[in-house]
């Protein structure tokens, strides 16, 4: 996708990274009138932004690690992008049940209840108690608990979210350059100096007054290999992985559930004919692009999902898998859970030299916030954002 030629005037804003966050970046600069360009390496959403558990939510387990400016943040985000495009993003509720000698149920309800009020809920159906032994939402489940709660969230289909943002992006002038690889970044003075390969070889020069780097779990390599600036944040990169199986349930709604090791797992219909279960988190080493959900992780899920289903779930069953790499905000916490979502904006603007902003972190929930966040750290340089 390409909305304009290489110029020999100057771009106000180049954006290296076709994922949420460098969509949603060149969308809102473009809308106030800047001139962008975005290159990305592969397909837009083609890493991380596509490996999601395809949910906008406010992250209900963040409040354990006391994370309420993001969780509020986001929950204030759910219902914008459900205004904002209802044919990619819906509603639904989730089931949670109560497991005795996991998260005490006190607990469990004053979590729902912040969740329910910290993000000022409108339109989304607030928690409520469930009794399993008589609801629907109990039968595919083991026997055993009976108490249980429901509440809100949104699923998203995630690729499209991206997709949908370049597009208005370019339609807003931006230039959108997929399978472009960018081999080098050089500042001198007030300008970035962005040379790029296409997959067909050719090599392109563009220049910009600012350059963001939003290149995901590649952001801290891109810093070092192709600016040449080491960022003051540090990454840490996650992996993510999913499962894919027939149907346990035919109803619509989704599963919270808790693990033996603390950690949560959903269960969501998925594509009418399946459920998705997911997500793994533990630290990953090598190349993001090689990613895959190993048999260590199929089987974690696995095992997971047939503690609470009635209906074993086998290795066998896995339909299709897939996995992604989190390139989250290093602050220093000991298990890859309970590594903060939110993010980090590096700015790197010397006196009187053209900035560099990178960005460590995020979710898809709050890619929107994100890039008015980032807009505004760059607008004292950039006067055409004010």
């Known amino acids: 996708m390409t909305a304009a030629a290489d110029s020999p005037d100057a771009y106000d804003l180049a954006i290296i990274g076709g994922g949420v966050n460098g969509c949603g970046i060149a969308r809102d600069a473009a809308g106030r009138g800047a001139r962008v360009v975005l290159f990305e390496q592969g397909d837009l959403a083609g890493a991380t932004s596509s490996a999601s558990t395809k949910l906008i939510h406010g992250g209900l387990r963040y409040l354990e690690h006391g994370s309420f400016r993001l969780v509020r943040e986001a929950l204030v985000e759910r219902e914008i992008l459900w205004g904002m495009a209802p044919h990619i993003v819906r509603p639904l509720r989730f089931v ?88 080098q970044a050089r500042r001198s003075e007030d300008l970035w100096t962005v040379a790029t390969r296409a997959a067909d070889g050719a090599i392109g020069h563009v220049r910009a007054r600012a350059l963001v780097n939003a290149a995901g779990p590649w952001v801290a390599d891109v810093s070092s290999r192709i600016t040449g600036r080491n ?102 916490a000991g298990a890859a859970q309970a590594a903060t979502r939110d993010y980090v904006l590096d700015l790197d603007a010397p006196d009187g030299l053209a900035p560099l902003l990178s960005i460590f972190g995020g979710k898809i929930t709050t890619y929107r ?14 006067p055409c954002l004010n």
């Open 96 to 183: 949670l049940p109560h497991t005795p000698g996991r998260r005490p149920a006190w607990l469990l309800r004053l979590g729902l209840f912040l969740y329910d009020h910290l993000g000022g809920r409108r339109h989304l159906p607030p928690t409520r108690s469930l009794n399993l032994a008589r609801d629907p939402a109990g039968a595919p489940l083991r026997d055993g608990p009976s108490r249980a709660f429901a509440y809100s969230d949104c699923w998203v289909d995630d690729a499209r979210l991206v997709v949908l943002n370049a597009v208005d992006a370019a339609e807003r002038g931006a230039a959108i350059r997929t399978r472009t690889k960018v081999v």
């Open 231 to 332: 960022a003051a944040a540090g990454i840490r990169l996650v992996q993510g992985s999913h499962i894919v199986v027939p149907a346990l349930f035919t109803h619509d709604q989704s599963y919270l559930f808790q693990n033996r090791d603390g950690r949560i797992v959903f269960a969501i219909p998925y594509e009418g004919a399946f459920t998705l279960i997911g997500t793994t988190d533990r630290d990953y080493v090598g190349d993001p692009a090689a990613v895959r959900a190993g048999p260590e992780e199929v089987a974690y899920l696995c095992a997971a999902a047939s503690e609470h289903f009635r209906a074993p779930v086998r290795a066998r069953d896995v339909v299709w898998s897939f996995s992604g790499v989190r390139p989250l905000h290093d602050d220093g």
């Open 369 to 382: 916030r994100l890039a008015e966040h980032a807009l505004a750290r760059l607008a004292p340089h950039l």
